[in-house]
C-alpha cells in the first residue's frame, strides 16, 4: 500500500474557503463511508480542525487515489476549494503527516492541540473501521514521535494552542489590568476549556461561560473556582458588560448574529477560534467592536518563537529519519504479504483438491482424514522453498520485482480484502 494525502490548510487558503471544506462528525463518517466504496481506497482517515481538513487514504494506485479525493473535495465540499487543493504521495505524505502532528505545519509553530486532534481523527475513524493496519502504523509512528520530542526539546514545559494565544494576546492587550478583566467564553468543548484553564494560569479572575448544552459544568468550575455560568439564551443581555468574548463551539450555524447585537458603551473584543465560524462577519462592523478571527493569529508572535524555529529544523532532520524506517517496515511488509498470501493460496488449493477427491472416491471417515493429511503436508512442502527465499530478501528492488511476479503468477492474490480482515490480521494487505 502506498500512502496518499489530499486536502486544504491554514497555509494558502482564506479561512471562508477552509469552511466550506470543513467536515463535522456526522459529515466526517459519510465522507469515510463514501471514500471506502471507492475500489482504489483501502483505508481513510479525515483530519478536520480549524485550520485543515485533510483526508490520508491507503491505496495501490497512488494516482487513481488522489483523483478519488480532488473529485471528492470539489463535488461533496465545494468546487471552490479547486486552487487550494493539495496532494501528496507516499514519502512526501509521511512527512506532510509527521509535520503535521508535530505542529511543525501549525499556523502557531510547534501547538499542542492538533497532537489530540490527530488521536480523534484516528479514532473516529478506527470507530466505523475506516482504518486498519497501514494507517493505523503511519499514525501511530507519528504520534509516538511527536511525543519523544516534545519531551527531548522540553516544547511541553511552553503549551501552546490557538486558546492560549488567545488569552496570552488579551494578557498583551490589558497589561495593566487584565486580571480584571471580564471575559465571556462560549464553547465548553476542548478548545474553550483549554482558554478557561489557561485564564486560570494567567491570573484571570473574572471568567464566565456559556454553552448551548452545559454538559462539563462540574469540570469548569473545578478549574476555575470563579468561573460563572451564564444560560446560552442570556448570551445577548450580558455582552453589554464583557471586555472579551472567546467563541470557540462546534456548531455549524453562526452564534452570534450582528442584528441580535445590543449596543455597547465600552469597546468589547470579540476572538472567534471556531471553524466554521461562530460570529457573523458583520459583527466586526458594529460600533465599539474589535472582531479577530484565527486567522488574524499568524501575525502574533509570542516570547518562545524564536526558540521553536530553532528546534523546528532539528525536529525536521528526525522527520526524515523516521520516514526512512517507516517505508523499511512498508518494505518488509511486502514481503510479509507475499508469505501470507502463498500461504493462502497454499491452503484454498489444498482445500478443493480434498474436496475434490473425497466427492469421488468412495472412502471411509479413517481414510478421508490421511487423505487432507497428507495432501495438506504436500501442499505446505510446495510453497516453503519459496517462503524462505522470500524472506531471505533484503533488497527493495529485489522485494517489488518478486512482489510483480508472484502478482503475475496468482492473479486474484492482490484482490482487495474485506477491511475488517484487514484490521483483524497481523500481515494485512500493504
Known amino acids: 500500500m502506498k500512502l496518499v494525502v489530499a486536502g486544504i490548510n491554514h497555509k494558502d487558503t482564506p479561512l471562508e474557503i477552509r469552511e466550506k471544506g470543513a467536515f463535522l462528525h456526522r459529515t466526517l463518517n459519510e465522507a469515510i463511508r463514501t471514500l471506502l466504496n471507492e475500489a482504489e481506497i483501502a483505508e481513510v482517515i479525515i483530519l478536520s480542525t480549524c485550520n485543515r481538513s485533510e483526508i490520508y487514504v491507503s491505496t495501490r494506485n497512488q494516482d487513481a487515489a488522489a483523483k478519488i479525493l480532488t473529485d471528492f473535495y470539489l463535488s461533496e465540499k465545494s468546487a471552490e476549494l479547486a486552487p487550494y487543493l493539495f496532494v501528496k504521495k507516499e514519502r512526501a505524505a509521511m512527512v506532510h503527516l509527521y509535520e503535521v502532528v508535530t505542529g511543525l505545519d501549525s499556523m502557531i509553530l510547534g501547538e499542542d492541540q492538533i497532537l489530540g486532534q490527530v488521536k480523534d481523527a484516528l479514532e473516529k475513524s478506527q470507530a466505523v473501521k475506516g482504518c486498519g493496519k497501514y494507517l493505523t502504523k503511519m499514525f501511530r509512528e507519528a504520534i509516538t514521535f511527536t511525543k519523544k520530542v516534545k519531551t527531548d526539546y522540553k516544547i511541553s514545559e511552553t503549551p501552546l494552542s490557538l486558546s492560549s494565544t488567545a488569552v496570552k494576546h488579551i494578557k498583551r492587550r490589558y497589561p495593566e489590568d487584565y486580571g480584571n478583566k471580564k471575559i465571556l467564553i462560549i464553547g465548553s468543548g476542548k478548545m474553550g476549556v483549554l482558554a478557561l484553564r489557561y485564564m486560570k494560569a494567567e491570573g484571570f479572575c473574572n471568567p464566565y461561560m456559556t454553552n448551548r448544552t452545559f454538559h462539563n459544568m462540574h469540570q469548569c468550575e473545578a478549574i476555575h473556582e470563579n468561573v460563572q455560568m451564564i444560560h446560552y439564551e442570556d448570551r445577548y443581555q450580558i ?10 463551539t462546534a456548531s455549524p450555524h453562526v452564534i452570534l448574529k450582528a442584528d441580535e447585537m445590543k449596543p455597547l458603551a465600552k469597546p468589547l473584543i470579540i476572538i472567534d477560534l471556531a471553524l466554521p465560524r461562530d460570529v457573523e462577519e458583520a459583527v466586526g462592523s458594529l460600533a465599539q467592536v474589535e472582531l479577530l478571527t484565527i486567522d488574524d493569529f499568524k501575525n502574533i508572535m509570542d516570547e518562545k518563537m524564536a526558540y521553536r524555529v530553532k528546534i523546528a529544523k532539528k ?61 495438506r503436508s504436500k501442499f505446505r512442502e510446495m510453497v516453503m522453498p519459496p517462503i524462505k527465499q522470500l524472506k531471505s530478501l533484503e533488497c527493495e528492488d529485489e522485494i517489488i520485482g518478486i512482489e510483480k ?14 477491511l475488517e480482515d484487514q484490521q483483524n490480521d497481523d500481515t494485512a494487505v500493504i
Not at 239 to 248: H, L, N, Y
Open 239 to 248: 455582552i453589554p458588560e464583557m471586555d472579551v468574548i472567546i467563541t470557540a
Open 315 to 375: 525536529i525536521e532532520a528526525e522527520i526524515q529519519d523516521e520516514i526512512d524506517g517507516l517505508l523499511s517496515w512498508v518494505t518488509r511488509s511486502k514481503v510479509d504479504n507475499m508469505v501470507r498470501d502463498l500461504n493462502e493460496t497454499s491452503r484454498q488449493l489444498a482445500d478443493e483438491t480434498i474436496e475434490n477427491l473425497c466427492g469421488r472416491l468412495n472412502l471411509s471417515e479413517k481414510e478421508e482424514l490421511y487423505l487432507s493429511k497428507v495432501i
Open 405 to 418: 511476479t508472484v502478482t503475475y503468477l496468482f492473479p486474484g492474490i492482490q484482490d482487495k480484502k474485506p
